[in-house]
């Protein structure tokens, strides 16, 4: 089992970044598959980056702004988000899957607890 703890979100303006963290404990992060999600008010929680043994994906509309990494020695994976705008408004999850092709929630066995990040125009 891994436990996974987000931080690094809050309020930037448009054109602004943020990077969000997530420390993982248990296992390590270079044994899953780690997801970012979001999930805006009333809206469903969507991956937006993936990083695995496969080439890294992204969501489209965040393709060229949000970059996924991982650093093994410090156990953590990496959000970094530029160019922000209002609609990346959402609640940031981390998660974790043992599953290779993992794309929808149901893929992910663990998860963090969430952060919020907020764009203001």
């Known amino acids: 089992q891994v436990q996974l703890v987000e931080s690094g979100g809050g309020l930037v303006q448009a054109g602004g970044s943020l990077r969000l963290s997530c420390a993982a404990s248990?296992?390590?992060?270079?044994?899953?598959?780690m997801g970012w999600f979001r999930q805006a008010p009333g809206k469903e929680r969507v991956l937006v980056a993936r990083i695995s043994r496969i080439p890294t994906y992204y969501a489209d509309s965040v393709k060229g702004r949000f970059t996924i990494s991982r650093d093994a020695t410090k156990n953590t994976a990496y959000l970094q988000m530029n160019n922000l705008k209002p609609e990346d408004t959402a609640v940031y999850y981390c998660?974790?899957?043992?599953?290779?092709?993992?794309?929808?929630?149901?893929?992910?066995?663990?998860w963090g607890q969430g952060t919020q990040v907020t764009v203001s125009s």
């Open positions: 248990g296992r390590t992060v270079s044994d899953y598959t």
């Open positions: 998660a974790a899957s043992s599953k290779v092709f993992s794309t929808t929630p149901y893929d992910f066995e663990y």
